[in-house]
């Protein structure tokens, strides 16, 4: 095909990234074409048109303006698409044929760097993955904050504590070997939001990948981290360095430390454990409405919003690591008005990492670096504050916080306070810092001082007093002058352009101030661009100690919102023990005390490793028996993260693992039957517990029938008590269990309910002893259910209790036609008042014998 030579381009460079959708500028537009454009404009909902490329048929084009890109770019990458950004990489004016074009950047949903395209307390996590025999190679980076770390995952439990891990993580992107990308998306279950690349098999080549990560951190990196296992970890570290300089094409220095984290350090939670306590995502939509994050974040600071939601989702394992939170935020809870003070400080700061991250990849603008200034300003005062509080964790960070004065210092002497958007347009350099800008800009000033004198001595000489100067970008400064004062141009006027009501023309002298002007306008904005940059490369050098700055920033950010959820909330400061002892005295849901519209009734909570070690819960439905028992996992989360709890006292022991099942529902994707996803979590639950985990089942055997169920949720209670001997709290209906409080270390506690005749009240008050009635009958009114089954089901219910077991068909017809007749009896006051309502005498024949007829199938229908 015999096609232009900007089309030829195009399909050489879009040859080289064949599975993105490549943004290709012209001019002030970025535009598509062929199946590029057509897909963009579908999913874009922009205009498909085409243009001439040279062969038979228009080529398919679409495209908008490139100030508009970054809406698009964020619709694409919500839908999972790759963008590549192709830039004229050369000035259109000095090219020879046609303008140079490259691809400068490759975006995908893991390697967003743009703040406003991410959320501001979440971080975006890309995530590198191998299997190397039978252990998991692991690699995550938030490139927009510069963290790089790796991990393995070995052994039988190796493919379920990965799962867990992304869990966690909730990547934004995958990243495989093409050789194994199949086989692990399958294995890991990556489906829904996350995107999956295949990646370059060679990239996760031992020796290759070792060789990029020397290249990124030095060449004694795999001697700095001090695990054996960091040797498993190599593959995907470097597969996914070498991906990020791929993809980004430009410096990573705001990566500049890798660290290998054990996820065993912290307390393991399953995604089926942190979907149903609603850490950080709702049940209901997804959001962070209505969970735990939301009652716990008063965060001021991006840093410290995802600092915080890292605390949440990871608590901790040692009591060590704990105390000196819960002593932070001890503090800053008794002491109201350094409370006061450090939100003020904080609310000053801006996302210092996400800052950093821009400083390396050169996309940090003038605004950026104000609100950089901005944030070191507040430094020396939020320093100052730390290092005088007593708890060893505020002091610690006191001291970690660099004021950086020189940066301060020059940004303060260098950029104005109030610069534009764009480093093209000027304006960006303060007074006093260059004198050559200063001179520039000088020249610029008197140089229209004299257009306007100008403008003044052309009317004079010529005698037209509607003669202007004025300006535009394509003919630069004129003289414009009206058809009708056309006879009174001198001849030194030479015309310059043609209007429909004037002419326009420049002289000598106009020429001369144009030359002037102009010249110190494009000498002034490309010095001040300059000069931008080399500020900006004098911050790349710092970009370590804005770093770490940011780092201490987000802890104080994190503990003083602890300290303001217990003061709201509040919440007292939990014990620590590693002897076993769970006690908790009125304690209290912290999520739903906050969304109930009554008032939240609390509870107490006794467990240990002997007596008091499997809890036996009954009672009916709504009456909070499963509220209780996420009350009771949540409080030891919150005490673990190093937070103040919803109690009146509370003593905490050490827990390693929570699992939760609760609730369940048909997994359609996998074709599992409700039954089958809950024996699936009954599963992970006696594989994966400890004696030092805490076990929530709640109503475990209900899909299947009813022996089943008890002989399964019965084989259930007699394993974990006796076989794993984890702390348990196990909900159920099946009464017959509970006479398995004979065996040491299992008790039997109940919901309390009250009795109003046929209604009852939930007391939800959980008290020791166990239920003997379910009250499902009760709670089926309540629904309201109508009557006529509410009625029945006790009928059958009473068969049942007194041994006539199953009713037949004719005992059940007739049942209901003495139950309709009880409800005939009801609607005869409604026949009754129908009748009385009819005008008879004003109604014809046909109308009357209408409204019999339809009285009349009303009563048939009930005898039926």
Not at 45 to 72: K, N, Q, W
Not at 134 to 163: E, P
Not at 470 to 480: A, C, D, H, L, R
Request: glycine share 8%; charged share 25%.
């Amino acid at each position: 095909m015999n096609f232009t030579p900007m089309i030829k381009q195009y399909l050489e460079i879009k040859q080289q990234y064949p599975d993105t959708i490549l943004f290709f500028r012209l001019g002030d537009f970025y535009e598509m074409f062929f199946d590029d454009a057509r897909l963009a404009s579908r999913e874009l909902e922009i205009a498909l048109t085409g243009r001439d490329g040279g062969g038979s048929e228009r080529v398919p084009m679409c495209g908008f303006p490139y100030h508009a890109a970054d809406s698009y770019i964020a619709r694409l990458l919500a839908k999972r698409y790759r963008v590549a950004i192709c830039e004229q990489v050369e000035d259109p004016a000095l090219a020879k044929g046609i303008v140079r074009r490259e691809v400068t950047r490759v975006i995908t949903p893991g390697t967003v760097m743009e703040g406003h395209l991410l959320e501001e307390k979440q971080n975006n996590y890309l995530v590198s993955i191998a299997l190397e025999g039978s252990s998991y190679s692991f690699a995550m980076t938030d490139i927009s904050t510069g963290v790089f770390m790796v991990s393995a995952f070995t052994g039988d439990k190796g493919r379920a504590r990965l799962a867990e891990e992304l869990s966690r993580l909730l990547p934004a992107e995958v990243l495989l070997p093409l050789a194994q990308a199949e086989r692990l998306s399958e294995d890991l279950t990556l489906t829904g939001a996350v995107t999956v690349s295949a990646y370059l098999d060679e990239a996760y080549d031992r020796l290759q990948a070792l060789r990029e990560l020397e290249n990124q951190f030095g060449q004694d990196c795999p001697g700095n981290i001090k695990s054996p296992d960091f040797e498993l970890a190599i593959p995907a570290a470097g597969a996914l360095l070498k991906y990020l300089r791929d993809t980004q094409k430009r410096d990573l220095s705001h990566i500049r430390q890798v660290s290998y984290y054990h996820p065993g350090r912290f307390m393991l939670l399953d995604a089926s454990t942190r979907r149903n306590l609603e850490l950080t995502r709702s049940l209901s939509d997804g959001s962070r409405r209505n969970t735990l994050l939301a009652v716990l974040d008063y965060t001021v600071t991006a840093m410290g919003g995802r600092l915080l939601r890292n605390w949440i989702e990871q608590p901790l394992l040692e009591k060590d690591e704990i105390v000196p939170r819960l002593d932070a935020v001890d503090e800053l809870m008794q002491q109201l008005f350094i409370r006061s003070d450090l939100k003020g400080l904080l609310k000053g700061i801006y996302d210092l990492e996400r800052l950093a991250g821009r400083i390396s990849f050169g996309t940090i603008n003038a605004r950026d670096m104000v609100s950089l200034k901005k944030s070191l300003d507040c430094l020396p005062d939020l320093k100052g504050l730390l290092e005088q509080c007593t708890a060893a964790l505020l002091q610690e960070t006191g001291y970690s916080i660099d004021i950086m004065k020189d940066l301060r210092e020059l940004l303060d002497s260098a950029i104005t306070d109030n610069p534009p958007l764009s480093l093209r347009d000027g304006g960006i350099i303060k007074i006093g810092f260059n004198t050559e800008v200063d001179r520039l800009r000088l020249v610029k000033q008197e140089g229209k001082s004299m257009l306007a004198r100008l403008e003044e001595q052309e009317r004079s000489r010529t005698g037209i007093r509607s003669l202007k100067v004025g300006f535009n970008k394509v003919f630069g400064y004129y003289i414009e002058v009206t058809k009708s004062n056309l006879e009174q141009v001198p001849e030194d006027y030479h015309r310059k352009q043609t209007l429909a009501n004037a002419e326009r023309f420049i002289t000598p002298e106009l020429k001369e101030y144009e030359d002037l002007v102009l010249g110190a306008e494009d000498r002034l904005v490309q010095l001040e661009y300059q000069i931008f940059s080399e500020i900006r490369n004098q911050f790349t050098g710092a970009i370590q100690r804005i770093q770490a700055t940011a780092a201490a920033v987000a802890i104080a950010d994190a503990l003083f919102s602890l300290a303001e959820a217990a003061a709201v909330g509040r919440f007292v400061r939990p014990g620590i023990n590693g002897d076993g002892q769970l006690f908790i005295k009125d304690g209290r849901h912290p999520v739903l005390e906050q969304v109930l519209n009554e008032k939240f009734v609390p509870n107490d909570t006794v467990m240990d490793n002997q007596k008091n070690r499997l809890v036996l819960i009954t009672g009916p439905n709504m009456a909070g028996k499963s509220t209780y028992m996420r009350q009771v996992a949540l409080i030891i989360m919150m005490a673990q993260s190093g937070s103040f709890v919803p109690a009146a006292s509370a003593q905490i022991p050490l827990v390693d693992r929570i699992f939760t099942r609760v609730g369940a529902a048909d997994d359609l994707a996998t074709g599992q039957s409700t039954f089958m996803v809950e024996m699936n979590e009954c599963r992970a639950i006696v594989l994966g517990a400890t004696q030092r985990s805490l076990i929530i089942m709640d109503e475990v055997g209900r899909g299947t029938s009813t022996y089943d169920g008890i002989s399964i949720a019965r084989a259930l209670v007699e394993y974990i008590h006796t076989r794993i001997g984890a702390k348990t709290l196990f909900s159920t209906h099946y009464h017959e269990l509970t006479n398995l409080d004979q065996v040491a270390g299992i008790v039997n506690y109940n919901v309390a309910v009250k009795e109003d005749g046929e209604n009852i009240i939930f007391l939800r008050k959980v008290v020791a002893g166990k239920s003997d009635r379910s009250y499902g009958i009760h709670v089926a009114r309540l629904a309201g259910l109508p009557e006529e089954i509410v009625r029945r089901a006790t009928e059958v219910l009473r068969g049942l209790e007194t041994g006539g077991g199953a009713i037949d068909a004719a005992a059940c017809k007739e049942s209901y036609r003495e139950e309709a007749a009880i409800m005939l009896n009801e609607r005869e006051h409604a026949v009754l008042q129908k009748l009385g309502s009819l005008n008879v005498l004003s109604m014809t024949p046909l109308e009357a014998l209408n409204q019999l007829y339809h009285l009349q199938q009303g009563i048939k229908t009930d005898l039926q």
